[in-house]
């Protein structure tokens, strides 16, 4: 079975409140699992909070292992359900902006934010695990963070590797594209995020923190995205806390790719002029 319901929850995080937001962000996932959703994405950083303060972000940093972790994995199993969703992970005196994804059997995939954002490194240490992709019984799954998506490598060797979707736990900001809206009404990120979902073949499934926090105005907008480039669900709005779901059919990234009997994506790639590398593996 490769339908499934996905959901995206976008929430207004408090700053360097770990206990407060796992609550917050537990009973949400609850809800949209009670609702149908099988997949569930939630925020960057969602339970210390976006926040630039390296103080804070070490009082509310956990191990991967930690009560985040226990508390997604005893909703997971409750269930039969998956969670992708961004922390604050501690490892000795690092701090890692990081992502896992957990399922009834408990973790699943592990995530380190590859490309750092402005002021992030001064914090965070950049990610480690390379861009895996998993298998779940209905599709795979890649994960990445925020930023990651303004290199387009990402997403591309995310889809390479056989991803059927992709969850991005992300905190939108504004204030360094130029026209902060296209004629559509999307955000830069979100637009650029239905491109890259319909060139390489992908669903991406987007969910921001919204409003504000501290110094950080957030900018929503999250949403989910088929592998068309089409929007299936949101954008939400820059305040707006609310889950956004869709019921969506994984094989049809597979069928994305052939677009006619001589339009084949993935078949038409050079792959004797360019490669993209990961891991020294040439996808």
């Not at 209905?138 to 979707?165: K, S």
Request: glycine residues 12%; contains cysteine.
């Amino acid at each position: 079975m490769t339908r499934i319901g996905v959901a995206a929850i976008q929430v207004t995080v408090p700053l360097y409140e770990p206990e407060t937001s796992r609550r917050r962000i537990a009973r949400a996932i609850d809800a949209a699992a009670r609702e149908g959703a099988r997949l569930i994405v939630v925020p960057e950083l969602a339970i210390s909070g976006y926040g630039l303060q390296a103080d804070g972000l070490a009082a509310s940093a956990e191990p991967l292992i930690g009560p985040t972790f226990e508390s997604w994995a005893a909703l997971a199993a409750a269930h039969g359900g998956y969670i992708a969703g961004g922390f604050c992970e501690r490892e000795g005196d690092r701090l890692y902006n990081s992502a896992m994804l957990v399922g009834p059997q408990g973790l699943i995939g592990h995530y380190r934010k590859l490309h750092l954002f402005d002021a992030e490194k001064h914090i965070f240490t950049p990610g480690d695990k390379g861009l895996p992709v998993h298998e779940l019984p209905f599709g795979r799954i890649g994960l990445c963070v925020c930023y990651d998506l303004r290199f387009v490598e990402v997403v591309r060797a995310l889809a390479l590797q056989g991803a059927d979707l992709i969850a991005v736990p992300t905190a939108w900001v504004g204030g360094f594209d130029s026209i902060p809206r296209d004629s559509g009404g999307l955000i830069t990120q979100a637009r650029g995020a239905a491109v890259q979902a319909n060139l390489s073949q992908v669903f991406l499934a987007c969910a921001s923190q919204a409003g504000t926090a501290g110094v950080s105005r957030f900018l929503g907008s999250s949403l989910l995205v088929d592998p068309f480039g089409t929007v299936l669900a949101g954008p939400l709005g820059a305040d707006e806390e609310a889950t956004l779901r869709a019921e969506i059919d994984l094989a049809d990234a597979g069928r994305a790719r052939v677009r006619s009997a001589l339009i084949r994506p993935r078949e038409d790639r050079r792959t004797d002029v360019y490669g993209l590398a990961v891991g020294g593996h040439v996808l």
